[in-house]
């Protein structure tokens, strides 16, 4: 779909014809169960309810806005990883969302967790996750990263360059071990996904590419380090991927890369990391896999290959972090004002924005949105559902139908915003972050609590 030029940026300003929409849904007050947290439904009253209980009395409990995570679908999408890779590793990607109560959660479902900071490090070692089912990734490790990582007893620490390889290896052998390591690489393999967050090229800042020879020399050199213990090699491809053909032709090079290792050095090593990435239905029109599917297809990629290379079957690991957490959780909001332009669309203001959901600015990503604390027989009228932000590109939902008699007051619901929308959550114009409140069986506890003023003040010291 072709966007027009704005010397703003694509998508600024945009007005786009009369008729490029499609046709509105048949009834505006449904609920695509594929979209939204499994127990969200509409009570005999109208309204939507999570866990039982009714958004307006979540939103009179808790305010708005705010994000209510479904705990009953969040471990459930846990099991259903863990039981579909039951010969592999499932890593949680903790960059989605990461709080204890999430590492308790994971803990007590037999998930592993991947973190990318010294932050999430502490958050999982702090809920009780031990420490050798963490891995730790990211581009460009601290010392005192790595040292706490290794101090704590981590399973796996990716590595991401040359002189990090080095850099572990050192801290590693000062303290007295050694660190079982993957070296992350670059295959070529750029996913069907939107340019910021597709990663396996090789123009771009992660791991270490194949072509070239760059992985193959990593492996000499994490090899003849005595502090580190070279397991496996990792691969991720890309974000909100929905087939495995990527995964295919990843694994293939990977696999390439072991033979070769195995030819060189005499070495077959014993694990393969294929990341993750696995899509999720944010629009009726999206088609994710179950994880079941994705395991059989990855794990008949990965026999395949070895067996062409001669190779024993790796021990595999994925790390979905959006295909678990994504899903689960809607964020509320109440309507503050309704500006119709004739001819154009309505601009439906809410009172969050993205200072708690950056992603559609920052990736165009499209979301569904539902009328939640009531429903309605009016006609649909074509919206845009903007924040309260000083930003012209402070938009929740860019196109969406909503019903014409939507007023101020009106509660919204914007699905599946469980991953990445609180943990790349913002102060931006000073506005105080939304809690995570998490909904089971007819009760409801904040695990992440709304900031406050203080908060706010607390770290600006005058």
């Known amino acids: 779909m072709s966007r027009s030029a704005h010397p703003a940026g694509p998508r600024y300003a945009d007005v786009l014809p009369e008729g490029h929409y499609a046709a509105p849904p048949a009834d505006l007050n449904a609920l695509d169960p594929r979209v939204w947290a499994r127990t969200v ?6 309204v939507v309810t999570v866990g039982g209980i009714k958004v307006t009395e979540l939103a009179e409990e808790f305010g708005t806005p705010a994000y209510f995570l479904d705990e009953d679908d969040f471990r459930a999408r846990c099991r259903a990883w863990r039981d579909a890779f039951t010969d592999a590793d499932v890593f949680y990607a903790g960059k989605a969302f990461l709080s204890r109560a999430v590492v308790r959660w994971l803990h007590e479902e037999d998930l592993n967790l991947d973190v990318c900071s010294e ?25 005192q990263e790595i040292t706490r990582a290794i101090e704590a007893g981590v399973g796996r620490i990716v590595l991401d360059s040359f002189q990090e390889i ?7 052998e000062r303290l007295g071990k050694r660190q079982r390591v993957l070296i992350r690489v670059t ?40 502090g580190l213990e070279l397991v496996g090699i990792h691969s991720h491809i890309g974000s909100q991927i929905f087939d495995t053909s990527g995964f295919e032709v990843a694994a293939h090079r990977v696999v390439g890369l072991l033979k070769d ?3 060189e050095h005499g070495v077959e090593l014993p694990e393969i990391d294929l990341g993750g990435g696995l899509g999720i239905a944010y629009t009726s029109d999206d088609d994710p896999r179950e994880p079941r599917e994705i395991a059989v297809s990855l794990r008949e990629i990965v026999t395949r290959e070895c067996a062409a290379a001669g190779l024993a079957v790796p021990r595999l690991s994925v790390e979905p972090g959006r295909a678990i957490a994504g899903p689960t959780t809607f964020t509320l909001y109440e309507v503050g004002t309704v500006k119709d332009l004739p001819g154009l669309r309505t601009y439906v203001s809410v009172d969050g924005g993205m200072s708690d959901n950056i992603r559609t600015a920052l990736y165009d990503a499209e979301y569904s949105v539902a009328l939640v604390s009531r429903t309605s027989t009016a006609e649909p009228m074509l919206s845009r559902v903007v924040g309260k932000h000083c930003e012209s590109g402070d938009i929740v939902v860019r196109d969406a139908f909503l019903p014409a008699d939507l007023a101020p007051g009106d509660l919204l619901a914007v699905p599946a915003t469980g991953a990445y929308c609180r943990s790349m959550a913002s102060n931006y114009n000073h506005a105080l972050r939304p809690p995570v409140v998490a909904v089971r069986d007819g009760q409801a506890r904040v695990i992440v609590r709304r900031e406050t003023e203080d908060d706010l003040l607390r770290l600006d010291v005058g």
């Open 41 to 46: 439904a509409r009570d005999a009253d109208g």
């Open 187 to 226: 295959v070529g393999v750029e996913a069907h996904t939107h340019e910021f967050i597709a990663t396996a090229h090789e123009d771009q800042k992660f791991g270490l590419a194949l072509a070239g020879g760059q992985a193959a020399e990593a492996v000499r050199r994490a090899l003849k380090l005595d």
């Open 261 to 263: 290792v195995r030819d």
């Open 119 to 143: 932050g999430e490090l502490a958050t999982a070692l702090s809920a009780g996750m031990p420490a050798e089912r963490i891995a730790l990734h990211g581009n460009n490790k601290s010392t």
């Open 166 to 172: 080095v850099r572990v290896a050192r801290i590693a």
